[in-house]
């Protein structure tokens, strides 16, 4: 058996039909397209009641007074909680540091955060109860960006901080700090030609999923309680929710319902804890489902950034060195701050070459939105930035920014600034190559036999223009992204798989606490099953947690990391098959003890495709159950002074050509094509992981044109939380997205496969930014860009 | 109030209903109808798109008493629908919607699968498992409503037709492109008869 971390190959054939690499349809697609499959917001109890959260209507505040009794008095009304109704001494949570009140506590740190908590029989009666709640605040300055965090008489958003990030910040309104020096930046300056300087923003995104936060919170009998829910990871919640209720893990049970989408925003604690309260408070079941103006408020967002760059090169364009600084906004509360400033500041100089770096990044507390995790955590922001300096040190070069990029792309070998190998391939200059590569769309689309189809042009539909002031323009941008929990975190996950004969036929189940959230994981765990144990039929368990933590649906880890849990119990599985099939029938035939044996088709095989025995014969009435948890290569801390260490554990990469026309004279941009180029090691299931990259380029796209959660700079208050003042990409919006698929195997990873699901979320903003600027010749230093900022009318 | 209407062909009586209920809550906490989704409850995304008498609407924006008497048409009973609409000589010259009296001779036969194997599915619903298009899939009842009536009424339609038709449906997950590809393929399908 493979050791932890070791190289696990591709053991088995590959003659078992719908294994690893076939584009197998999605176990649950029948059912989502029939509307049976039931999302966390569907669950639905006899004598449920409806739980509704009273949030705060200021930014910063000191809370002098809640007055629930009206609220209490409501006819339909069963429980009013505050912070007093709490049951334990842990009254806080939080993914890394827990500095989130449960319900406010004296204090509120950013708009909208939870006050106090109502059930009632119907949702209308549970928020008409939840206005009652009279709640006198005495409001407190507001602290909204680095000035204000770091001035000398700044109020502490968080005092008496005692996490292990406090004695290495340079102040306590900074969650914290990781620099990264590696050579000497000052000296190599002295040889570059060019020398160019940026300061970019980046505006704070939405994962904006459809499925809001929602779940049904069950009292048990044996005062425990049984939550449906919709998240990424339900042991981690299951590690915070407990300590609140007071009730030892064992009593919280958690049940996976369909999740509509993730990206990131169901990573902290939403609705889970409030629901339980209130279930274990009335004793019957409890059903909350936010709506969207709420859900704006209940999940952290993508960290707003200020970046500053410097970067040289000498004339014939080689990178001399890079300074930076990444400012990235966490919020009133740490979330994963702590873990997007490793990633900002390790990836910040992006996929190139360049020995003498000077980086440094930090997160704030503020009192603005909370923010963390979502798709390309910290990775995104620094891409913006340094491929938009890539395009202006090319230009001062007079060089091609392709031919730029890919002088100084690094590839396998390269030493990180984190002093880390870079141990796989990575094929930098030849995806740009094939971006390059692919055909152009057409000059003048929109043109069609009977003139222009406005719906083709920017504008659309309002019909603004006919083709005139619209200008063309490329851009190009590579990326680079992280695969697993890095730092040294312990990212393991569990697999059980069982192996048994029903109704005449080997079956094997697989059961993991893996969230799906739509990325199409339980497909890919029925393809490993059938390719390792050789078998038709496989049934996906669903993700609880009476079976192991399977870790966190994000940083692009499911496939590895609990894809390869579910390839290491089966093949536990199988070794323990074939030791029963060696007992019965081993004495039949030397096969047995002597060559290499395989499971396809049902069967017990030689690797020479002798058949030894049936599947079903070598079961017979037995069946074997494996739970094991599997562990990528560790990594190691990064040091907090020099941000050396072998802090990651596999690297991703993506690139983007963008073209795009623009109405010059209205700001208006259409994209008409994002094409990208993907290293993914290996692609398990071809069709899936099309959808992941197409989708993971329309977020970047997002980000780039549209998408930005408004917050006013005066009152820390949320201006825009819909989807009618926050825009998503439409299909009207949306470009095709042509993909072409690069495999290289890491040997290091499962089946040689990469991590996939954020790198094409990283090169799409700067794509799109590269080629506005190359049709507008503006600076364009702030992603999104909106009509003034191309109009002069900003 | 008791409001009085007929979904996926089946006469249905909601009790109770407070006055400010959308027909997406009837449906999905009165009716135990929860395939129409609850995505923003303010009509921007398209998640609760129904056939409200063969228009398709988002569902959160009708007030549960203006159904009073209506046929609705959910992502339940699209694949009988569209099976009924193809026993009654569809539409392939792409000019009809479906009458008033077509829609009430159906009725939605039940679903009792736990896993949907087996489960009948119209062009489109297929069409969508096929071409990848179902991602968390919170989205695809209502772009499943949605593409189903532009393609009852422009079986031929062009990439801007498609974009156009569908542009009340958000999607977060696919980035549209597998949503065209699902569309494109109920197009060739049905105009080959498959």
Same mark, same amino acid.
């Given at each position: 058996?493979?050791?932890?971390?070791?190289?696990?190959?591709?053991?088995?054939?590959?003659?078992?039909?719908?294994?690893?690499?076939?584009?197998?349809?999605?176990?649950?697609?029948?059912?989502?397209?029939?509307?049976?499959?039931?999302?966390?917001?569907?669950?639905?109890?006899?004598?449920?009641?409806?739980?509704?959260?009273?949030?705060?209507?200021?930014?910063?505040?000191?809370?002098?007074?809640?007055?629930?009794?009206?609220?209490?008095?409501?006819?339909?009304?069963?429980?009013?909680?505050?912070?007093?109704?709490?049951?334990?001494?842990?009254?806080?949570?939080?993914?890394?540091?827990?500095?989130?009140?449960?319900?406010?506590?004296?204090?509120?740190?950013?708009?909208?955060?939870?006050?106090?908590?109502?059930?009632?029989?119907?949702?209308?009666?549970?928020?008409?109860?939840?206005?009652?709640?009279?709640?006198?605040?005495?409001?407190?300055?507001?602290?909204?960006?680095?000035?204000?965090?770091?001035?000398?008489?700044?109020?502490?958003?968080?005092?008496?901080?005692?996490?292990?990030?406090?004695?290495?910040?340079?102040?306590?309104?900074?969650?914290?700090?990781?620099?990264?020096?590696?050579?000497?930046?000052?000296?190599?300056?002295?040889?570059?030609?060019?020398?160019?300087?940026?300061?970019?923003?980046?505006? *704070?995104?939405?994962?904006?999923?459809?499925?809001?936060?929602?779940?049904?919170?069950?009292?048990?009998?044996?005062?425990?309680?049984?939550?449906?829910?919709?998240?990424?990871?339900?042991?981690?919640?299951?590690?915070?929710?407990?300590?609140?209720?007071?009730?030892?893990?064992?009593?919280?049970?958690?049940?996976?319902?369909?999740?509509?989408?993730?990206?990131?925003?169901?990573?902290?604690?939403?609705?889970?804890?409030?629901?339980?309260?209130?279930?274990?408070?009335?004793?019957?079941?409890?059903?909350?489902?936010?709506?969207?103006?709420?859900?704006?408020?209940?999940?952290?967002?993508?960290?707003?950034?200020?970046?500053?760059?410097?970067?040289?090169?000498?004339?014939?364009?080689?990178?001399?060195?890079?300074?930076?600084?990444?400012?990235?906004?966490?919020?009133?509360?740490?979330?994963?701050?702590?873990?997007?400033?490793?990633?900002?500041?390790?990836?910040?100089?992006?996929?190139?070459?360049?020995?003498?770096?000077?980086?440094?990044?930090?997160?704030?507390?503020?009192?603005?939105?909370?923010?963390?995790?979502?798709?390309?955590?910290?990775?995104?922001?620094?891409?913006?930035?340094?491929?938009?300096?890539?395009?202006?040190?090319?230009?001062?070069?007079?060089?091609?920014?392709?031919?730029?990029?890919?002088?100084?792309?690094?590839?396998?070998?390269?030493?990180?600034?984190?002093?880390?190998?870079?141990?796989?391939?990575?094929?930098?200059?030849?995806?740009?190559?094939?971006?390059?590569? *692919?055909?152009?769309?057409?000059?003048?689309?929109?043109?069609?036999?009977?003139?222009?189809?406005?719906?083709?042009?920017?504008?659309?539909?309002?019909?603004?223009?006919?083709?005139?002031?619209?200008?063309?323009?490329?851009?190009?941008?590579?990326?680079?992204?992280?695969?697993?929990?890095?730092?040294?975190?312990?990212?393991?996950?569990?697999?059980?798989?069982? *192996?048994?004969?029903?109704?005449?036929?080997?079956?094997?189940?697989?059961?993991?606490?893996?969230?799906?959230?739509?990325?199409?994981?339980?497909?890919?765990?029925?393809?490993?099953?059938?390719?390792?144990?050789?078998?038709?039929?496989?049934?996906?368990?669903?993700?609880?947690?009476?079976?192991?933590?399977?870790?966190?649906?994000?940083?692009?880890?499911?496939?590895?990391?609990?894809?390869?849990?579910?390839?290491?119990?089966?093949?536990?599985?199988?070794?323990?098959?074939?030791?029963?099939?060696?007992?019965?029938?081993?004495?039949?035939?030397?096969?047995?003890?002597?060559?290499?044996?395989?499971?396809?088709?049902?069967?017990?095989?030689?690797?020479?495709?002798?058949?030894?025995?049936?599947?079903?014969?070598?079961?017979?009435?037995?069946?074997?159950?494996?739970?094991?948890?599997?562990?990528?290569?560790?990594?190691?801390?990064?040091?907090?002074?020099?941000?050396?260490?072998?802090?990651?554990?596999?690297?991703?990469?993506?690139?983007?050509?963008?073209?795009?026309?623009?109405?010059?004279?209205?700001?208006?941009?259409?994209?008409?094509?994002?094409?990208?180029?993907?290293?993914?090691?290996?692609?398990?299931?071809?069709?899936?992981?099309?959808?992941?990259?197409?989708?993971?380029?329309?977020?970047?796209?997002?980000?780039?044109?549209?998408?930005?959660?408004?917050?006013?700079?005066?009152?820390?208050?949320?201006?825009?939380?819909?989807?009618?003042?926050?825009?998503?990409?439409?299909?009207?919006?949306?470009?095709?997205?042509?993909?072409?698929?690069?495999?290289?195997?890491?040997?290091?990873?499962?089946?040689?496969?990469?991590?996939?699901?954020?790198?094409?979320?990283?090169?799409?903003?700067?794509?799109?930014?590269?080629?506005?600027?190359?049709?507008?010749?503006?600076?364009?230093?702030?992603?999104?860009?909106?009509?003034?900022?191309?109009?002069?009318?900003? | 109030?008791?409001?009085?209407?007929?979904?996926?062909?089946?006469?249905?009586?909601?009790?109770?209903?407070?006055?400010?209920?959308?027909?997406?809550?009837?449906?999905?906490?009165?009716?135990?109808?929860?395939?129409?989704?609850?995505?923003?409850?303010?009509?921007?995304?398209?998640?609760?798109?129904?056939?409200?008498?063969?228009?398709?609407?988002?569902?959160?924006?009708?007030?549960?008493?203006?159904?009073?008497?209506?046929?609705?048409?959910?992502?339940?009973?699209?694949?009988?629908?569209?099976?009924?609409?193809?026993?009654?000589?569809?539409?392939?010259?792409?000019?009809?919607?479906?009458?008033?009296?077509?829609?009430?001779?159906?009725?939605?036969?039940?679903?009792?699968?736990?896993?949907?194997?087996?489960?009948?599915?119209?062009?489109?619903?297929?069409?969508?498992?096929?071409?990848?298009?179902?991602?968390?899939?919170?989205?695809?009842?209502?772009?499943?409503?949605?593409?189903?009536?532009?393609?009852?009424?422009?079986?031929?339609?062009?990439?801007?037709?498609?974009?156009?038709?569908?542009?009340?449906?958000?999607?977060?997950?696919?980035?549209?492109?597998?949503?065209?590809?699902?569309?494109?393929?109920?197009?060739?399908?049905?105009?080959?008869?498959?």
């Amino acid at each position: 058996m493979p050791a932890n971390g070791a190289p696990t190959k591709i053991t088995q054939g590959s003659k078992t039909k719908g294994g690893i690499g076939e584009s197998t349809l999605r176990p649950d697609g029948t059912l989502k397209v029939t509307g049976e499959f039931a999302y966390s917001s569907d669950m639905w109890h006899e004598d449920m009641l409806w739980g509704q959260i009273l949030r705060s209507t200021v930014a910063h505040a000191e809370i002098v007074s809640i007055d629930t009794s009206e609220a209490l008095a409501m006819p339909g009304v069963y429980a009013v909680m505050t912070y007093d109704d709490l049951p334990t001494d842990v009254k806080n949570y939080g993914l890394e540091i827990q500095d989130t009140p449960v319900l406010a506590h004296g204090k509120v740190r950013h708009h909208g955060e939870p006050v106090a908590i109502v059930a009632a029989d119907h949702p209308e009666t549970a928020r008409r109860a939840a206005a009652k709640i009279k709640v006198e605040y005495r409001e407190l300055p507001v602290i909204t960006d680095e000035a204000s965090a770091l001035a000398p008489d700044a109020i502490l958003i968080h005092e008496n901080r005692d996490d292990h990030h406090i004695g290495h910040v340079p102040h306590p309104n900074i969650v914290h700090r990781q620099p990264i020096i590696r050579g000497n930046a000052d000296e190599a300056a002295k040889k570059a030609d060019v020398v160019v300087k940026g300061e970019y923003t980046f505006g *704070m995104q939405d994962q904006a999923f459809l499925g809001p936060e929602s779940g049904l919170a069950v009292p048990d009998e044996d005062g425990g309680v049984h939550l449906y829910i919709a998240t990424q990871w339900l042991h981690s919640d299951l590690r915070q929710i407990a300590p609140v209720l007071g009730l030892p893990e064992s009593k919280v049970r958690m049940t996976l319902s369909g999740v509509g989408g993730a990206f990131g925003g169901r990573e902290d604690l939403s609705m889970q804890i409030h629901a339980c309260l209130l279930a274990l408070r009335t004793g019957k079941p409890v059903k909350i489902v936010y709506n969207r103006f709420e859900s704006f408020f209940g999940h952290v967002h993508r960290h707003p950034a200020k970046l500053f760059y410097e970067h040289g090169a000498t004339k014939d364009g080689k990178l001399t060195h890079v300074k930076c600084r990444i400012v990235l906004d966490g919020g009133a509360y740490a979330s994963a701050s702590p873990a997007v400033v490793g990633n900002a500041s390790s990836l910040s100089i992006g996929p190139y070459v360049v020995d003498d770096v000077d980086i440094e990044a930090i997160a704030l507390y503020t009192n603005n939105p909370p923010c963390g995790a979502m798709r390309g955590f910290g990775a995104v922001q620094a891409c913006f930035a340094y491929e938009a300096q890539m395009d202006k040190v090319a230009r001062q070069l007079g060089m091609d920014p392709v031919r730029f990029r890919q002088l100084n792309a690094m590839e396998q070998g390269t030493i990180m600034p984190t002093g880390q190998p870079v141990d796989s391939p990575a094929p930098v200059a030849e995806l740009l190559r094939r971006v390059k590569a *692919m055909p152009m769309p057409p000059e003048r689309q929109w043109e069609s036999s009977e003139g222009a189809d406005v719906r083709q042009l920017p504008g659309g539909l309002s019909n603004t223009t006919h083709g005139e002031g619209v200008v063309r323009g490329v851009g190009y941008a590579v990326g680079i992204k992280n695969v697993g929990f890095s730092e040294g975190f312990d990212d393991y996950s569990t697999a059980k798989v069982r *192996m048994e004969v029903i109704n005449g036929e080997p079956v094997a189940t697989v059961h993991t606490a893996m969230a799906e959230v739509g990325q199409g994981g339980v497909t890919v765990h029925a393809q490993i099953a059938r390719t390792e144990l050789g078998v038709a039929q496989v049934t996906i368990h669903p993700a609880d947690t009476q079976v192991g933590s399977a870790g966190s649906t994000s940083a692009s880890r499911q496939t590895y990391v609990t894809g390869g849990a579910v390839k290491n119990s089966c093949e536990l599985v199988r070794e323990k098959v074939l030791e029963i099939g060696r007992r019965k029938f081993g004495s039949y035939h030397p096969a047995w003890a002597t060559a290499e044996l395989l499971l396809e088709g049902g069967k017990v095989v030689t690797d020479g495709g002798e058949v030894l025995a049936d599947l079903v014969d070598v079961l017979d009435g037995e069946s074997v159950e494996v739970e094991a948890e599997w562990r990528h290569r560790p990594t190691e801390a990064f040091d907090l002074r020099t941000g050396q260490g072998n802090g990651h554990v596999q690297y991703s990469f993506a690139a983007h050509r963008a073209v795009v026309e623009v109405d010059t004279e209205l700001g208006l941009v259409k994209v008409i094509e994002l094409a990208c180029a993907q290293d993914v090691g290996k692609a398990l299931n071809p069709l899936s992981v099309i959808g992941q990259i197409q989708g993971g380029t329309t977020q970047g796209l997002g980000v780039a044109v549209m998408e930005e959660i408004v917050v006013d700079p005066k009152t820390a208050k949320v201006k825009n939380p819909s989807f009618t003042d926050y825009l998503i990409p439409t299909i009207l919006d949306t470009p095709t997205i042509p993909v072409d698929v690069l495999e290289l195997a890491d040997d290091h990873a499962p089946y040689g496969l990469r991590g996939i699901g954020e790198a094409p979320t990283l090169s799409s903003t700067p794509a799109v930014l590269a080629a506005i600027r190359n049709a507008t010749g503006l600076e364009l230093n702030r992603t999104p860009v909106r009509p003034e900022h191309l109009t002069g009318t900003a | 109030m008791r409001v009085n209407f007929t979904v996926n062909g089946r006469p249905q009586e909601a009790d109770d209903v407070w006055e400010g209920e959308s027909l997406l809550y009837v449906l999905r906490e009165r009716l135990g109808l929860p395939g129409s989704k609850n995505a923003c409850e303010q009509g921007e995304c398209g998640s609760c798109t129904v056939r409200l008498d063969g228009v398709p609407v988002c569902s959160c924006l009708v007030a549960a008493g203006q159904v009073e008497g209506r046929e609705v048409v959910t992502v339940e009973g699209l694949a009988d629908y569209a099976k009924q609409r193809a026993e009654h000589g569809g539409c392939a010259s792409g000019a009809c919607g479906t009458s008033l009296q077509d829609a009430q001779q159906w009725a939605a036969k039940g679903q009792d699968s736990q896993t949907g194997e087996g489960t009948e599915l119209s062009p489109i619903q297929q069409a969508f498992i096929d071409a990848g298009a179902v991602q968390c899939g919170f989205c695809t009842p209502g772009l499943l409503v949605a593409a189903d009536e532009m393609l009852e009424r422009n079986p031929n339609p062009t990439d801007a037709d498609i974009r156009e038709a569908l542009s009340g449906n958000l999607c977060r997950c696919t980035g549209y492109e597998k949503i065209m590809d699902a569309v494109r393929l109920a197009a060739a399908r049905q105009s080959e008869g498959v």
